[in-house]
């Protein structure tokens, strides 16, 4: 067999990535190959910390090389390997506004749309819709990231399936991808046993770090799981990202909708437009059809009526749902066809039609003459 040439090799693995990166491995410059007139061999770099990475790359390259005779051999990047990687994974840009330590959403050209998903109080389905919505929005071709911001709950890595924490890249964190999203949460700080305490500050320190040093890349939407509207958190968010549109959850009875505007009275005191209601737990759906109004009805239009804004989606209660999320494959990917899926990935579709939140723009203004 007449032996590749290093050109050739590289071609052949070119689509190999590291699943936390967007870029493939040969394009991050993490592959060495070394071709003498008597073997090949292809050595690639992999961030250290997570072996399951280093055994998808191990089998991608031996699928490919191996049936040409080319030796492979995954290895962890050192110190050196890892900053070099850290410049790559950054432009100078980035760089620069990370050095003054600017949340890379905060900037005013930044494209990224930020939707926060809010509610007056837990157990509404806030994390629920977070993150099938963030789902949606992925396979509907964003690239998407979601933040788990609610520091009285993270329940979003569970709920993705996925409790692998970011790795460190030199001085970048790099947020695990799941399912071709982003996820960023606080509980990859903290572990799920011990209630936060922290103070102001610290949670402060900690959003700010969790913004700042994380390679985000340019996401086109990031879907926030917001933490309860008032308090510390709150403040910090609005502050870290001011451009966040708020759609606000509920559940159905008429009585919840109160504690919901509480929410969306809140995120207008902190000058973030609210831009619409999700009704959540709407009707339960038999598999005969039947529906039953299990919370009852007409919250979310009590809701949005008070608002001024429209209700952008009503999720069903289903079992897929809720199965979903405490096994970690959201109702979305693992069951589609679900109509809690079905009406999530129109709520989907509907906040991508309602476009950018209008930002007041003081350069645009008229000028009088
Ligand atoms: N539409 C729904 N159908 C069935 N179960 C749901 C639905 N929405 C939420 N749940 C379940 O209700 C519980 C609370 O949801 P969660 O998303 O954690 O709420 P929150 O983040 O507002 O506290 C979870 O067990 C979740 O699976
Ligand atoms: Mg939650």
């Known amino acids: ?105 905060s900037r005013a050209e930044a494209s990224t749309r930020i939707l926060g998903v809010s509610s007056g109080k837990g157990g509404v389905g806030k994390s629920s819709i977070s993150v099938n919505l963030a789902l949606a929005l992925a396979a509907s071709g964003a690239r998407t990231a979601i933040i788990d ?113 509480r929410s969306a009275i809140a995120a207008r005191k902190l000058k973030l437009p609210v831009r619409g209601v999700i009704e959540n737990m709407s009707e339960f759906v038999t598999d005969g059809g039947q529906r039953y109004a299990i919370f009852g009805r007409g919250g979310g239009d009590v809701l949005a009526a008070a608002l001024g804004v429209p209700v952008l989606g009503r999720i069903p209660l289903t079992m897929a749902l809720r199965e979903g999320g405490d096994e970690g494959e959201p109702v979305v990917v693992a069951h589609p066809q679900d109509p809690a899926a079905v009406a999530i990935r129109e709520l989907a579709a509907r906040i991508v039609s309602l476009g950018h939140a209008r930002r007041y723009r003081a350069d645009l203004r008229i000028q009088s003459r």
Request: aromatic letters at 6%; zero cysteines.
């Open 149 to 261: 911001a609610d520091v009285y709950g993270f329940s979003v890595p569970k709920m993705l399936g996925e409790e692998r924490p970011p790795r460190v890249v030199g001085d970048l964190i790099v947020p695990p991808r799941v399912r071709g999203v982003r996820v960023m949460s606080l509980g990859f700080f903290v572990d799920d046993a011990t209630p936060v305490i922290w103070r102001g500050p610290m949670l402060h320190a900690t959003l700010q770090q969790f913004l700042v040093d994380v390679a985000w890349g340019e996401p086109d939407d990031l879907v926030v799981d917001m933490p309860p509207g008032t308090g510390d958190v709150a403040l910090s968010l609005q502050e870290f990202l001011p451009r966040t549109e708020v759609y606000v959850v509920t559940t159905p009875q008429p009585a919840a909708q109160r504690v919901a505007q």
């Open 1 to 105: 067999m007449a032996r590749l040439d290093e050109a050739a090799i590289l071609e052949r693995i070119r689509d190999v990535t590291d699943p936390d990166f967007d870029a493939s491995l040969v394009a991050l410059g993490l592959v060495d190959v070394e071709v003498s007139r008597r073997a090949a061999r292809v050595i690639a770099h992999v961030v250290p910390g997570s072996s399951g990475v280093a055994d998808a790359v191990r089998s991608s390259l031996r699928e490919r090389l191996e049936p040409v005779g080319v030796e492979t051999s995954v290895e962890f990047l050192d110190e050196e390997g890892l900053q070099r990687l850290a410049e790559r994974l950054e432009t100078p840009q980035q760089r620069a506004a990370r050095e003054r330590r600017e949340p890379p959403f």
